[in-house]
């Protein structure tokens, strides 16, 4: 263990996987850290669904288990592996109240690293509850959440946030500085305004300003897709190479090919069998598994434009039934090029 502050130790100079809604599971969890990721997120889970979680220990998988007893059969929504994820594993939170926030952060903080809250989701359902991006605009709420979560959580457990840009780099740095000063031990920034389109790269030049207003690690988010970006940004940004302080998070880029975390990558046929074992191994629902890979192909053919036929690799695996089914179609599927090689039989 090193000497680091926890928020230190998870974040400054440390490249990551961002929080994705369902895709950010256990199995892609434990790809990017076998790919190299330093430090991975949880997907945004919702502080009154948190409260309501209840822990066991799975013996057989050797994970921790959040579930929620819903209907006769318990459903697992959070899962941890603590022999591959302690000392790495940040939770995201999505929340409008302190009090709420907390409850739900307690639940899980023996088995985290960190709790983020998350400022920058557009959907509707989290505007409406005064989550997501919503706190942007109401950055005193923001502070009260950030600073009862870091009063009432214990000190290992670092206390971050993941913001989107405001309309102008003052306003961002404000911004920051406010969330720091209530207790935030980070903040990772999506260099994209809330209306802007994510085929609009992010906007890499305004990093340098955030990163130099506070002394807490900034975690720089946006159109990072290749090995060779982190080292990029990290010059767009004035960062030193050897000695990095900006951390580094990877959404998009890391369902395209998640061996994208090392410099040299894997093809994506084999990335995403690796992705299917550890689904079977951890018993992940198929569920899960089939928007993962479907969010795979989809992302690749976005990224190429190519239109090399996705929507049909996505119907072959939306058919599928079962792990076995997945497997299969994964591996008769010609990944790189993302079209099915038994073109005729899907059409
Ligand atoms: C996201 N994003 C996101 N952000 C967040 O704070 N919490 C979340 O749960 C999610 N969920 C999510 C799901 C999926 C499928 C995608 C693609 C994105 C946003 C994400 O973390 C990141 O900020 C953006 O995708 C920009 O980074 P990239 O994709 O340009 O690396």
Request: charged share 20%; hydrophobic share 45%.
């Amino acid at each position: 263990m090193s000497d680091a502050s926890p928020a230190e130790a998870l974040f400054r100079g440390k490249v990551m996987l961002a929080p994705m809604v369902r895709a950010g599971t256990l199995p892609l969890r434990l790809l990017a850290l076998h790919y190299g990721a330093d430090t991975v997120y949880s997907e945004e889970l919702i502080d009154l669904k948190v409260a309501k979680l209840s822990r066991v220990e799975n013996g057989v998988l050797g994970t921790v288990d959040f579930v929620l007893a819903s209907g006769a059969q318990p459903v697992v929504t959070f899962r941890t592996d603590p022999s591959k994820e302690r000392g790495r594993l940040v939770f995201q939170l999505g929340s409008a109240s302190p009090a709420s926030a907390v409850a739900a952060a307690r639940v899980v903080a023996d088995d985290v690293d960190g709790i983020d809250l998350n400022m920058g989701c557009p959907k509707r359902f989290s505007l409406q509850g005064g989550m997501g991006a919503a706190l942007l605009k109401d950055s005193d709420r923001a502070a009260s959440i950030i600073s009862a979560l870091r009063r009432e959580l214990p000190a290992r457990v670092a206390v971050s946030c993941k913001i989107r840009l405001l309309e102008d780099t003052a306003s961002t740095v404000a911004l920051v500085r406010k969330l720091v000063a209530a207790g935030a031990q980070a903040v990772a920034v999506h260099l994209r305004q809330v209306d802007t389109e994510y085929k609009v790269p992010a906007d890499w030049t305004q990093m340098r300003a955030i990163m130099t207003a506070v002394d807490v690690p900034i975690i720089a988010n946006g159109s990072i897709f290749e090995h060779a970006d982190l080292a990029k940004l990290r010059l767009a940004a004035g960062d030193s190479l050897t000695e990095p302080r900006l951390g580094l998070m990877v959404a998009r880029g890391a369902l395209i090919n998640c061996s994208m975390f090392r410099a040299e990558q894997e093809p994506l046929d084999l990335v995403g069998r690796r992705y299917l074992r550890l689904c079977a191994l951890g018993a992940n629902v198929i569920q899960n598994a089939k928007y993962t890979l479907q969010r795979m192909v989809q992302e690749n053919d976005a990224r190429t434009a190519a239109a090399l036929g996705a929507h049909r690799s996505v119907q072959r695996l939306c058919q599928c039934k079962s792990m076995r089914d997945l497997v299969l179609a994964w591996c008769l599927m010609d990944v790189h090029g993302c079209a099915p090689l038994y073109g005729a039989e899907s059409a």
